[in-house]
């Protein structure tokens, strides 16, 4: 065949072959067997294969996995990605309601879908082929996962652009799940491979699109539905003016779209399309938690704006948790990365919703004792935001004779470490060597706030410990490449990415190394704290309590936790190895004492609740902390404000409550203005 004339049947084909992949992954209406399928297919990759230069990056064979990946790449959206408001209280619904009516004049019109429980994800197209896909990540940022959805057969490479013609980029928001089915072949198939199963579909959609390996994303029954444009160029997209238009240009490009959308106006819509969907929901063969209801008129969303979190013009209306009854075989103590040893009902498997359960956290040793439950006992369990699972009661049985009450072990079924009492917690102390705590406090250690070592994450955490290459903490940074290549993922390449990595992370900042180190109740700003305060990783393992108090916002039960975890000798043994040479602590000046007491806000605790129009929450919070303030969490009766911007949450009830002096953003302003004269 001269060139020519395979370049025509290549086009031919790829043509032929998109059309009957959009019939059979999008509109579920396959026109040609597998057979004939698999025949053109064959066909096209024979054609490429004798005129390599005519492969296209679109080509419908491209969209076969390449190689393992070393890490995702960071990519910024092209506009945010917000969360929703969401409730599933319907007194909460009908205020968003109330706002938009007023807001509009009359009843508003929406669009309605279900909120599938899926992995958020942004796909942008240039030129009407696929260029980049991300998560949300944190809503301006996501990981880059484009080798793996390009393997998910319902995402287009190339858009459809016969009916309507694709701008020259476009974004689009979408959500990528498993069927309850795929999910349920997937666990058969990983327990057959003697692996851990995945706990719910969503978990299973997350973790497979963050394979590093596209063959295995490849070969997960991934699907994405679209839902919403984000941003395109140019802005305006002719014929698209609501969000039903929305979703029929993007049906139209070739994505999938949700069947169950709808048009409605009016409270009336909103609850009689809520209690159709929560019938449906166990016939629909994916999860779903709620229904997301979106004003659809784009322009008046784009007056009506949004916070810093969420669009002002959406809103989900969640399902309530799912519940269901079953029968506790056994009560065993699972050890967690923190060391807190939780009470765990292994249940007679019950489906809730679509998925099996067949074990719930009892929390802790108090929350057994409340429940009164025990082996053999009936109880009443749901699903908490259709995943967690929870006994919520024991059902009493008059006739039937009870087990013994249940008590926590008094050594760690992990490592056979005496346990200690905490609070309402049992905790294993031997923070670094225990295996149960092992793997995910090497993933806290290297995580973004810690000591940030690209490459430790979850899996190869899990994979260090199970290899044994890491026992404790120290060995970590006694790994050579050499000992990572026998593990699954690694190459040269990778196993000298990590290696390198742990080295550069060897020399470790102050707050950095205090936070990675997983000490009770030290969280980034309390690192930060600990390591203005006292300058040096040995003056804060040599303080003593009073000394730890002495330090802002460190009071007796926080400074008591911090210094049992220098005191445990597990602790100091594994600390003295991390030391002796293996990771250099960068010291600093301490803050001297007077310099706080200097500040105009000095001593001053601060809560912020609802949104600020002048201000993000980071940047509110730096000024304060600049003139001397401390910004808490909650609202108690030794805070001295709480600054209330739009749609405030119940701390500014509390602060009502508690007569703690309220400031709107103009008061806060204020504040800021006279504070800084003063300073």
Same mark, same amino acid.
């Given at each position: 065949m001269q060139r020519a004339d395979?370049?025509?049947?290549?086009?031919?084909?790829?043509?032929?072959?998109?059309?009957?992949?959009?019939?059979?992954?999008?509109?579920?209406?396959?026109?040609?067997?597998?057979?004939?399928?698999?025949? $053109?297919?064959?066909?096209?990759?024979?054609?490429?294969?004798?005129?390599?230069?005519?492969?296209?990056?679109?080509?419908?064979?491209?969209r076969v996995a390449g190689q393992p990946l070393e890490g995702f790449p960071t990519i910024e959206h092209t506009a945010p990605m917000l969360?929703?408001?969401?409730?599933?209280?319907?007194?909460?619904?009908?205020?968003?309601?109330?706002?938009?009516?007023?807001?509009?004049?009359?009843?508003?019109?929406?669009?309605?879908?279900?909120?599938?429980?899926?992995?958020?994800?942004?796909?942008?197209?240039?030129?009407?082929?696929?260029?980049?896909?991300?998560?949300?990540?944190?809503?301006?940022?996501?990981?880059?996962?484009?080798?793996?959805?390009?393997?998910i057969p319902s995402v287009p490479l190339r858009l459809r652009t016969g009916e309507r013609p694709a701008p020259a980029m476009l974004a689009i928001r979408g959500e990528i799940l498993i069927t309850v089915d795929?999910?349920?072949?997937?666990?058969?198939?990983?327990?057959?491979?003697?692996?851990?199963?995945?706990?719910?579909?969503?978990?299973?959609?997350?973790?497979?699109?963050?394979?590093?390996?596209?063959?295995?994303?490849?070969?997960?029954?991934?699907e994405l539905f679209a839902y919403d444009i984000l941003a395109s160029e140019p802005a305006e997209l002719p014929g698209v003016e609501s969000q039903w238009q929305v979703?029929?240009?993007?049906?139209?490009?070739?994505?999938?779209?949700?069947?169950?959308?709808?048009?409605?106006?009016?409270?009336?819509g909103i609850l009689g399309y809520h209690a159709d969907i929560e019938a449906k929901r166990d016939d629909l063969g994916y999860e779903i938690d709620g229904v997301v209801i979106k004003l659809s008129d784009l322009a008046t969303r784009s007056d009506l704006g949004t916070t810093a979190r969420h669009p002002r013009w959406a809103f989900a209306f969640k399902f309530p948790p799912r519940k269901e009854t079953t029968r506790i075989l056994k009560i065993i103590a699972s050890v967690g990365r923190t060391g807190v040893v939780t009470p765990v009902a292994m249940m007679r498997p019950v489906e809730i919703g679509g998925v099996t359960v067949s074990r719930a956290s009892l929390h802790n040793r108090e929350e057994v004792a409340r429940k009164d439950v025990r082996e053999g006992d009936r109880v009443r369990i749901q699903r908490a935001g259709d995943v967690i699972p929870q006994v919520v009661e024991r059902i009493d049985e008059p006739d039937r004779e009870r087990g013994p009450a249940f008590r926590m072990p008094e050594r760690c079924p992990s490592c056979d470490t005496e346990l200690i009492e905490r609070g309402p917690f049992t905790v294993c102390p031997n923070s670094f060597e225990c295996p149960a705590q092992l793997a995910g406090r090497l993933t806290h250690f290297g995580s973004r706030h810690a000591l940030d070592i690209e490459g430790l994450g979850d899996e190869t955490a899990k994979l260090l410990v199970e290899h044994g290459l890491v026992r404790d903490l120290s060995q970590?940074?006694?790994?050579?490449?050499?000992?990572?290549?026998?593990?699954?993922?690694?190459?040269?390449k990778s196993a000298n990415a990590l290696v390198a990595a742990i080295a550069k992370a060897s020399?470790?900042? $102050?707050?950095?190394? $205090?936070?990675?180190?997983?000490?009770?109740?030290?969280?980034?700003?309390?690192?930060?704290?600990?390591?203005?305060?006292?300058?040096?990783?040995?003056?804060?393992?040599?303080?003593?309590?009073?000394?730890?108090q002495a330090v802002p916002g460190i009071g007796p039960r926080m400074a008591e936790q911090i210094r049992a975890f220098f005191d445990q000798e597990h602790n100091q043994k594994i600390l003295a190895r991390l030391l002796d040479g293996r990771v250099v602590v960068e010291s600093r000046e301490p803050a001297t004492r007077s310099e706080p007491a200097d500040l105009p806000l000095a001593g001053k605790k601060m809560v912020f609740t609802g949104t600020l129009e002048g201000y993000s929450r980071p940047?509110?919070?730096?000024?304060?902390?600049?003139?001397?303030?401390?910004?808490?969490?909650?609202?108690?009766?030794?805070?001295?404000?709480?600054?209330?911007?739009?749609?405030?949450?119940?701390?500014?009830?509390?602060?009502?409550e508690l007569g703690v002096e309220t400031l709107d953003e103009a008061g806060f302003r204020r504040l800021l203005e006279a504070t800084t004269r003063a300073s």
């Open positions: 395979a370049e025509q049947r290549i086009e031919e084909l790829r043509e032929t072959i998109r059309r009957h992949d959009f019939l059979y992954y999008v509109r579920d209406q396959p026109e040609i067997s597998d057979a004939e399928y698999d025949r $053109l297919f064959h066909e096209l990759e024979d054609l490429e294969g004798r005129f390599p230069e005519l492969v296209s990056e679109d080509s419908p064979t491209q969360s929703l408001e969401s409730s599933q209280d319907e007194a909460v619904m009908r205020r968003f309601h109330e706002r938009l009516k007023k807001a509009l004049g009359g009843e508003p019109d929406f669009v309605i879908d279900p909120k599938f429980d899926g992995l958020s994800v942004e796909l942008v197209y240039e030129n009407g082929v696929l260029a980049r896909a991300s998560t949300r990540g944190d809503g301006r940022k996501g990981e880059g996962i484009t080798a793996n959805v390009r393997t795929g999910f349920e072949k997937l666990n058969e198939s990983l327990l057959a491979q003697g692996r851990e199963p995945f706990a719910n579909p969503r978990n299973a959609a997350a973790g497979s699109v963050r394979q590093l390996d596209p063959q295995l994303a490849a070969s997960r029954p991934l979703l029929e240009a993007l049906r139209e490009w070739g994505l999938r779209v949700s069947d169950l959308s709808r048009r409605v106006t009016g409270l009336d970590l940074f006694d790994l050579e490449a050499a000992e990572l290549l026998p593990l699954e993922g690694f190459a040269d020399h470790a900042e $102050l707050p950095r190394f $205090l936070y990675g180190l997983g000490i009770p109740e030290v969280g980034v700003a309390v690192a930060a704290d600990l390591a203005r305060h006292f300058g040096s990783f040995a003056a804060v393992q040599g303080a003593s309590e009073e000394e730890l940047e509110a919070k730096k000024l304060v902390e600049a003139l001397g303030a401390r910004v808490t969490g909650s609202v108690s009766t030794a805070t001295d404000y709480v600054v209330v911007g739009a749609d405030p949450g119940s701390k500014a009830d509390k602060a009502r």
